[in-house]
């Protein structure tokens, strides 16, 4: 029952982490989900080398979009822009638990990871060139 | 109410009642999106297709025949459904969305010129707004809004900008969001006497109560037959004789022509001028199959059966403590629809916990994000009723949200 609100989902919801605004960052992106309303921006300052030094995200919407964002925001901490690039999404639900979601609620979940990678694309200055959903 | 023998009696109609989601009873709670098939209408749309199947108005064989009398006679259905003067006022269409673009192309097209207003609501689903704002964009005509008070209502105030220069008002008779049942027949008696046309979204109103055009007046009427116990991919658009006969056609093509030449046709009578190419007769006979079931039961037992369930609804939800209910309190004039929020929790984690217990609600701006602006809120979560729903489904809710407050920690 209830099954992808378990307490690491609830806690990030509760306490956010890394949520934010960021003065002049390097690399950053706005997306929202026009079906329910979920908006997550990602804004991330990086070192001479291309490493996430600060990351920052704000937003507003579903326990799963928000606590998503949250947690991913602590997966990219210390990578560089090209092992950001890389990273799967497989990698982001594994670290979610591998919830179990239907069609609509997957769009909720890797919302930020959409988010993360056109960032990365705009400071790349290259167009997204990933299916997300 | 309907009382509980009757309410079972229905059930037993709608198999799919009978199922079971993430092991708990099916609660079906989301009427105003659509609403779940009668297994008359799902009979009568096999019978057409195991029995006289064949396209309408183009063959002498027997099948064709057939099949065209049982589309007519739907249309005649309708007629009576909604009190309308013939069968040539009755234009077929996929639904309440395509009804209004109809207007908008056509009518809008031909009759709408710069300066002119439209008026339409704050309240309206995005299908009786967006029509509007590319038609007036277009054309360089006014677009204007009648406002929503704090209680969910239409702002009488801004009745007034109706005015000498309004050709049109577009206005949803019942709000998807809020279920506020809006005034139709003096809306459309001030914007008369002014001179403009009143386009009534019938969406949320036709399903659920005796809607009667020549009572309200409206020179439109538009409504989609999958919200009220039909198939999808039939809807209806109702306009006065006088207003089709002026229209230019929407879409053209086979069906709707009466001579061909090279350069030049003719549109055939009406309503066919409007109904381009090979109808959904599947449909039409589906929802007139939906109208006897609803007739057999009676529209005003159904609307006093759903204004009792929102009334217990109202008065058991209000204990939950951190439950915010948007639009109007008085029964008498909200549908059967409650929209809603819970604490800080978003609609859709809501409607998540609610599908975990069996109970299928909507989450989101549902299509009138100039409600979620009014109210100043990103989504609502939203019970909409039908004539199937109980006292038990509002028990089932009720106790389901209880769940997602302990989920969510709040007291
Ligand atoms: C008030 C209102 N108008 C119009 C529509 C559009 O109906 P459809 O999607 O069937 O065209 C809806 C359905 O959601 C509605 O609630």
Redesign the interface.
């Known amino acids: 029952?209830?099954?992808?609100?378990y307490e690491l989902i609830?806690d990030h919801w509760?306490y956010p982490r890394n949520k934010g605004k960021m003065k002049d960052p390097d690399a950053y992106a706005f997306d929202s989900n026009p079906?329910?309303?979920?908006?997550v921006e990602y804004a991330l300052k990086l070192d001479d080398n291309k490493r996430v030094i600060d990351i920052k995200f704000d937003g507003?919407?579903?326990?799963?979009s928000q606590a998503s964002a949250s947690i991913l925001s602590e997966l990219v901490k210390g990578k560089t822009i090209e092992e950001i690039k890389n990273m799967t999404k497989e990698e982001l639900l594994r670290e979610l638990g591998n919830p179990n979601l239907g069609p609509t609620?997957i769009k909720?979940a890797l919302l930020s990871y959409k988010t993360l990678k056109l960032a990365v694309y705009s400071y790349l200055g290259k167009k997204l060139q990933e299916e997300i959903y | 109410m309907l009382d509980k023998q009757r309410i079972q009696i229905i059930k037993k109609d709608f198999p799919i009642l009978n199922r079971e989601v993430n092991e708990k009873k099916l609660v079906y709670l989301d009427n105003a999106a659509t609403t779940q098939k009668p297994i008359q209408v799902i009979e009568a749309i096999r019978k057409y297709y195991e029995y006289y199947n064949a396209n309408v108005h183009r063959g002498v064989y027997t099948l064709a025949e057939e099949a065209t009398a049982a589309y007519e006679e739907s249309r005649k259905e309708i007629v009576d459904f909604i009190n309308a003067n013939s069968y040539e006022e009755i234009i077929f269409v996929r639904n309440a969305t395509e009804a209004i673009n109809l207007v908008a192309y056509a009518w809008g097209r031909k009759f709408i010129k710069e300066g002119d207003k439209i008026v339409v609501s704050q309240m309206e689903h995005h299908s009786n707004l967006i029509p509007w704002q590319i038609l007036s964009r277009e054309k360089k005509a006014k677009l204007e809004f009648i406002g929503i008070t704090e209680e969910g209502k239409l702002n009488e105030e801004d009745f007034n900008k109706i005015d000498k220069k309004t050709k049109l008002v577009a206005i949803t008779h019942v709000s998807n969001v809020l279920g506020t049942i809006n005034r139709v027949e003096e809306i459309t008696k001030i914007a008369h006497e002014l001179g403009a046309l009143v386009l009534v979204d019938g969406a949320q109103s036709v399903p659920h109560m005796p809607v009667d055009v020549k009572k309200i007046d409206c020179d439109f009427l538009a409504f989609s037959g999958h919200k009220m116990l039909g198939p999808m991919g039939i809807g209806v658009l109702f306009a006065k004789r006088e207003i089709l006969e002026e229209m230019p056609p929407f879409l053209t093509g086979g069906e709707m022509i009466k001579n061909v030449d090279f350069y030049e046709s003719t549109w055939n009578d009406l309503p066919w001028k409007y109904e381009a190419g090979t109808p959904n007769v599947e449909g039409a006979i589906g929802l007139a199959e939906a109208i006897r079931y609803l007739k057999n039961i009676g529209m005003e037992n159904i609307r006093a059966h759903e204004k009792a369930l929102v009334k217990l609804a109202l008065s058991k939800l209000s204990d939950i403590k951190g439950l915010v209910i948007y639009g109007p309190k008085d029964p008498e004039i909200r549908g059967g629809v409650i929209s809603f929020n819970l604490g800080n929790i978003h609609a859709h984690d809501v409607a998540s916990i609610l599908d975990q217990e069996g109970v299928q609600i909507r989450a989101g701006h549902h299509c009138a994000k100039l409600v979620m602006k009014k109210f100043n809120v990103p989504a609502m979560a939203r019970a909409s009723f039908y004539l199937y729903n109980d006292e038990e489904d509002i028990d089932a809710l009720y106790s389901a949200l209880n769940v997602t407050k302990k989920v969510f920690g709040l007291d």
């Open positions: 029952m209830n099954e992808y609100y609830l509760r079906l329910c309303g979920d908006e507003h919407g579903c326990a799963l609620r909720c």
